[in-house]
């Protein structure tokens, strides 16, 4: 992405910091991140940040439509800067890769619910829970292990019981 992050928070009328910015310049590197691996490169680029500003700068953003929240059940919420498209996100239940995929017909049909019960819908939100290519793969290459038997385990566990 070559937009201007500095002008993108101008237009929406938010002072820009170089915390702001490093924060959006993240997200848009690395779509999907979560905020610790967002405060991880900001802290790379601009120093100490606490984790709270790092949050407050994902929330302002997000809620000026700059960036989109998504969160996927039993993982960290994830942020990335492609907003309103409705794009749906593809889930790897085994290494939690996510990637993103086009809505299934066109433009933001899901957002016609069949019956909609009286709500003012503005969002719909679709996400495909599997296994990623690379798990796939590796599940068909590695013969199916009884963890409890796997000698390598149980070196780990003599070590650590080695005290006093
Ligand atoms: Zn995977
Ligand atoms: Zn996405």
Not at 19 to 37: C, K, M, N, S
Request: proline share 4%; aromatic share 4%; net charge neutral.
């Amino acid at each position: 992405m070559t937009t201007d992050g500095a002008a993108l928070l101008r237009e929406r009328g938010i002072q820009v910091t170089a915390q702001r910015l490093a924060v959006l310049r993240a997200v848009a590197g690395q779509p999907h991140i979560t905020a610790d691996a967002v405060a991880e490169i900001v802290r790379t680029e601009i120093g100490a940040i606490s984790l709270q500003s790092v949050y407050d700068a994902l929330g302002l953003l997000v809620s000026e439509g700059l960036i989109r929240r998504i969160q996927p059940s039993g993982s960290a919420a994830r942020f990335e800067d492609r907003v309103g498209d409705n794009h749906h996100h593809l889930i790897c239940r085994a290494c939690g890769r996510v990637v993103d995929v086009d809505c299934a017909t066109g433009s933001a049909p899901c957002l016609t619910a069949v019956d909609d019960r009286g709500y003012e819908i503005d969002e719909a939100e679709v996400a495909y829970w599997g296994r990623c290519p690379d798990c796939l793969e590796e599940a068909r290459t590695t013969p199916p292990t009884d963890a409890k038997s796997n000698p390598r385990s149980n070196n780990r566990r003599a070590r650590r019981s080695s005290r006093g």
